[in-house]
């Protein structure tokens, strides 16, 4: 496979020993996911059949299945203008290569007539980030939005098609302190064992990092009900937060699962920079790629973060579309055939690959 080396790519080959890259875009391929305005599905909202990913594809979760990769993406219809005005449902597609996709024809997650409609009518489900268990139950985590609060939900599935919703993860803890607050964006922890990506637990209790401006964190005993980490005083705890100067200096915004590593815990999140007090580096209100490593003593203690992005936008469907500052926005990563596969949007309108290769890195 031609690779084309570029300034982000050479940029990304001084990260420090901890850190994962370079990820190289693969030549003649991204984006490889774009809207497709023929797809419709009978939408049981509406109860017509509908153009549900008409208008915008991006931000895609991945895992394997089978031998294969599968694609979750953030499809937007037509039926709002501007961004978080239209309603989004999530998309499936596979691929035995990581770069040449096949779509199914209707999505699998999607707001409906059922118990969870007060929380996704009419905005949708949003963004996921997906992982399995070492049985093979799927989980995913994602935003359902209602145009009113945006919260951070789970569903389970044993084949990637047909989901079970469980709602809001913060609704229990803390008798629903924390179910009205915006949340959103969870890297739940995972790790490589003999070769296969898995959830894990931390310490006996499931671990993700979440969040949009702050990171902060929780844990589960089911995967499904989630609690906060909270300070003396009942806030959350805050782990880490944008920086002044950095091209991170509006949001850190959690990105795909966080893995293990001899190192420690490595997170990707994605870093939004201001147009006043941010990197100069970087155009004004772009998104990047940021990575943080915290101790697998404590989780909560951030023990190296890089300085600069690894991944920053450079071509021009990342440039272009919903978001023309320019975004690539990690949600999904994957190990498969002993390289990760890192999947993004780009500027809240396609998908794109970009692959790390271990081997050629040392």
Not at 3 to 13: C, D, K, V
Not at 41 to 46: C, K, N, T
Not at 215 to 235: F, H, I, Q
Not at 302 to 320: N, Q, T
Request: hydrophobic fraction near 35%; include cysteine.
């Amino acid at each position: 496979m031609l690779i084309i080396i570029n300034q982000a790519n050479a940029q990304s080959s001084k990260l420090p020993s901890w850190a994962f890259g370079p990820f190289i875009r693969p030549a003649n391929v991204n984006p490889i996911i774009s809207p497709d305005t023929a797809c419709q599905f009978f939408d049981p909202m509406s109860q017509k059949l509908w153009h549900w990913e008409s208008n915008d594809t991006f931000n895609p979760a991945a895992t394997i299945k089978d031998g294969k990769i599968y694609v979750i993406y953030r499809s937007e219809d037509n039926s709002g203008k501007g961004i978080s005005q239209r309603t989004s449902r999530l998309g499936i597609a596979e691929t035995a290569d990581g770069t040449n996709l096949k779509r199914f024809s209707k999505p699998v997650l999607f707001p409906a007539d059922d118990n969870m409609k007060e929380y996704e009518w009419r905005g949708g489900c949003e963004d996921p980030r997906v992982a399995v268990t070492a049985d093979g139950t799927y989980l995913i985590l994602y935003t359902e939005w209602n145009g009113k609060v945006p919260r951070l939900a789970a569903a389970t599935s044993r084949d990637l098609f047909k989901w079970k919703k469980y709602g809001p993860v913060f609704k229990q803890a803390y008798n629903g302190r924390f179910f009205n607050i915006q949340s959103k964006s969870a890297s739940i922890v995972t790790k490589l064992v003999n070769g296969k990506q898995v959830i894990t637990k931390v310490q006996g209790k499931y671990w993700m990092y979440w969040g949009e401006k702050n990171v902060y964190a929780a844990t589960s005993a089911d995967l499904v009900n989630w609690e906060p980490l909270v300070n003396a005083d009942g806030s959350l705890t805050v782990l880490f937060s944008p920086r002044e100067g950095y091209f991170d200096s509006i949001f850190t915004e959690c990105g795909p699962p966080s893995i293990i590593t001899d190192k420690g815990i490595l997170l990707f999140y994605n870093g939004k920079n201001s147009d006043t007090n941010g990197d100069k580096n970087y155009a004004s209100n772009t998104y990047c790629g940021g990575q943080a490593l915290f101790s697998l003593n404590d989780p909560t203690k951030v023990i190296a973060r890089l300085d600069k992005p690894y991944f920053v936008p450079e071509e021009a469907f990342e440039k272009s579309g919903q978001y023309p500052a320019g975004t690539v926005f990690t949600e999904g990563l994957v190990y498969f055939k002993s390289k990760w596969f890192l999947y993004y949007g780009c500027a809240d309108s396609r998908v794109a690959v970009a692959i790390y290769d271990p081997a050629k890195a040392k």
